[in-house]
């Protein structure tokens, strides 16, 4: 009897502070709501891609409850905008452009959702870019107050395969290309999402970026051509694939502005925000199929790939791919992928690749001069150095496989990171493992003797000569793929005349003697 007691006294309570509270009358909004910012700016897109989510949070600090009776884009239905108000998607013929009676309790706030999908055609047709604008209107009258946004929209060229109507299924297939990776004609053939490269489209101009979705390929007896000043971007699971017989010349040139990299050929992913400008493993690779020759790279950048450059086969054809004047870096994977192939590098750099910046592996022939092969990544623990090289693959049975390494020569390079040690020389005894340092700077720091063979017999002139181990080149900043040098570093004049270019990769003429690696030395301005 008790309990029923104070069960009906509970329920008495509860009835009466309900019948009592008066938070429960919204009042229309006087036009003093507040914003966290009064421009909302959604960062470079690309015509039809999609945007990031933004947001714009909305206060109100009066001690009223209120009732917004409209919130609009300014262009209403024939915004190309869209909004989600705390998870309200609207009224209206088209989701997210009109509002209707938004609650908002006293001292309370909200969140309203930005994102946007453009047609630059449907603005101007003789631009490239285009800024486009609008507001988002609360309330009217009196009362309206607006937050602008704001867009960059760029128009590019769009590379990505056809959808086809599959008679049998009823259902949509998106184009694939068949190939037999290796080139050994047996069953392994491999399926990818992508299309061959028409004629016309063999030459990639500087006049608009280029947005690739998929595979773009290069058939037997093509070559594409990348003028200097192309920007190539790569939707996620894209990439580039130069197939057997095929060729590929990337023909950039020395930039005034370092910035600016005018004259620099960039290869990276399709997201133009801030937030994505160092993000590793946005897109795939470049691949040069085995069977693909005369590939060069000149004033290149590389970088947010899973692998920068993978390189197949033709371990014997000296023209199998020149990379020059270049970086590759921010690579999920590697930056420079050989498998039994050959690659000739010089004014090269290569940094934070998630496994190893550069893998020489199957044998092959490789040959590497004023190069910075460094490796300072920072998302996680990572495995292997920054230079790997072996003469050997184990198969899905366990199976051991060699190819001689016939050649792997660095002079005047740098090979150093954020790990102990850079450099692993996995050597298989029943094949051929030549390689040799001359005037190089390496960490390698092995006190429990945990690295054996005569790979690493470091007193072996025939072997290392001339190289310097574990003293600090002093990167400017090489968590940000900043690998310059200053005036004094150990790599200051430690090299010999060595290559075939008598200037480094910012274009500056090599001293006498030259400095390791990539970049000549040079005073460091104060910050």
């Known amino acids: 009897m008790k309990r029923i007691s104070i069960l009906v006294a509970a329920l008495s309570l509860l009835i009466f502070w309900s019948s009592c509270r008066t938070d429960f009358n919204f009042e229309p909004s006087t036009g003093n709501l507040e914003f966290s910012k009064d ?42 905008y869209r909004l989600n108000v705390d998870g309200l998607t609207g009224s209206g013929g088209m989701a997210g452009k009109e509002f209707e009676n938004i609650e908002l309790l006293a001292k309370d706030s909200m969140y309203i959702f930005i994102e946007t999908t453009i047609d630059i055609e449907t603005l101007v047709s003789s631009e490239t870019q285009f800024l486009y604008t609008d507001v988002i209107e609360f309330d009217s009258g009196a ?41 050994d004609g047996m069953d392994d053939e491999t399926t990818i ?3 061959f490269l028409e004629p016309s489209e063999l030459n990639f101009t500087n006049e608009k970026p280029y947005v690739i979705y998929g595979y773009a390929a290069v058939d037997d007896g093509d070559d594409l051509n990348i003028d200097a000043g192309a920007r190539i971007h790569f939707h996620a699971n894209s990439g580039l694939l130069i197939t057997d017989g095929a060729s590929l010349n990337v023909n950039g040139s020395p930039s005034l502005d370092p910035e600016a990299m005018e004259g620099e ?18 897109w795939q690779t470049i691949w040069l199929f085995n069977g693909s020759t005369d590939n060069t790279f000149n004033f290149a950048t590389i970088k947010n790939s899973t692998v920068g450059i993978l390189c197949d086969g033709n371990m014997d054809d000296p023209s199998k791919l020149t990379v020059t004047n ?47 092969i460094a490796n300072y990544w920072t998302n996680s623990f990572r495995q292997f150095p920054s230079l790997l090289l072996n003469n050997f ?66 007193n072996d002139l025939g072997l290392y000569e001339n190289v310097i181990f574990n003293q600090d080149p002093e990167f400017l900043d090489a968590v940000n793929n900043m690998l310059e040098i200053p005036n004094g570093s150990v790599s200051d004049g430690a090299g010999i005349n060595f290559g075939i270019l008598s200037t480094d990769i910012n274009n500056v003429l090599r001293g006498t003697p030259p400095d390791l690696g990539a970049y000549e030395s040079t005073e460091f301005e104060e910050d």
Not at 339 to 348: C, S
């Open 326 to 372: 270049s970086k590759v870096y921010n690579s999920s994977n590697f930056g420079i992928l050989g498998r039994g192939t050959n690659i000739y590098g010089e004014n090269l750099v290569l940094n934070r690749s998630g496994q190893s910046s550069f893998a020489g592996t199957y044998g092959g022939r490789y040959n590497f001069v004023h190069s910075t």
């Open 393 to 458: 693959i184990v198969d899905e049975d366990n199976t051991t496989f060699t190819n001689p390494l016939e050649e792997a020569n660095f002079t005047n390079c740098i090979i150093f990171g954020n790990d102990n040690p850079e450099m692993l020389l996995d050597k298989d005894n029943d094949d051929t493992f030549n390689f040799k340092f001359t005037n190089c700077l390496i960490r390698f720091n092995d006190p429990n003797n945990n690295f054996t063979g005569s790979q690493y017999d470091f």
């Open 143 to 183: 009362n309206l107050q607006t937050v602008d946004l704001v867009t960059l929209v760029k128009d590019a060229v769009f590379i990505y395969p056809q959808r086809f109507l599959d008679n049998e299924t009823g259902e949509y297939v998106i184009e694939t290309l068949v190939f037999d990776v290796d080139g």
């Open 265 to 282: 050929v960039i290869f990276e992913g399709d997201r133009l925000e801030p937030g994505f400008a160092e993000v590793p493993g946005q």
């Open 193 to 195: 999402q992508g299309r």
């Open 39 to 80: 421009t909302v700016y959604l960062d470079t897109v690309f015509s039809n891609i999609g945007s990031s989510t933004y947001n714009l949070k909305v206060y109100n600090r009066s001690n009223n409850d209120i009732l917004i009776p409209t919130l609009r884009l300014g262009q209403g239905q024939n915004s190309m």
